[in-house]
């Protein structure tokens, strides 16, 4: 940005300023989404989460971890260390596998935004490939292990 600033002040005030106005049009909907993540962490702790997708729970876990995974938004920097965590308490490794992937992947939460700023279409095709992805991905991890 430095460089730019530079090179045509002009061109880095008018990108500065648009950036500003996507940020700020962005806003509402990025608080919205984060209060509903931080009122879902305050009720569902890893440990309530690790007994519902413990390694003995089976299809019935893989299916809720999947569902969980798809309407809950966490940063990336949180989704590896809280797998992490929920391994460590006891949840089976592709139940794990199942959350993680769908957690970076599918949008739930963030559905609205994506259509807002692509369509209903290539949003809704988007999601949906990325669960297919996501089971696939699951039912390999789960058959290794």
């Not at 430095?2 to 700020?24: E, G, Q």
């Not at 569902?67 to 989704?79: D, E, K, M, Y």
């Not at 599918?106 to 996501?134: C, D, H, Q, W």
């Amino acid at each position: 940005m430095v460089f730019s600033f530079f090179k045509d002040r002009k061109k880095t005030k008018i990108a500065i300023l648009k950036a500003c106005k996507s940020f700020s049009s962005l806003l509402p909907e990025v608080l919205s989404i984060m209060m509903f993540v931080g009122i879902s962490l305050a009720i569902l702790s890893p440990e309530t989460i690790s007994r519902l997708i413990g390694a003995e729970s089976g299809p019935f876990g893989i299916a809720v971890a999947l569902i969980a995974g798809s309407v809950t938004l966490i940063p990336s920097f949180v989704t590896f260390p809280l797998g992490a965590a929920l391994l460590k308490d006891g949840a089976g490794y592709a139940q794990i596998a199942a959350f993680v992937s769908t957690l970076m992947a599918v949008g739930v939460m963030t559905l609205p935004v994506e259509i807002k700023y692509f369509n209903r279409y290539t949003a809704v095709l988007r999601n949906i490939s990325a669960l297919l992805v996501s089971i696939i991905f699951t039912v390999v991890i789960w058959r290794l292990m």
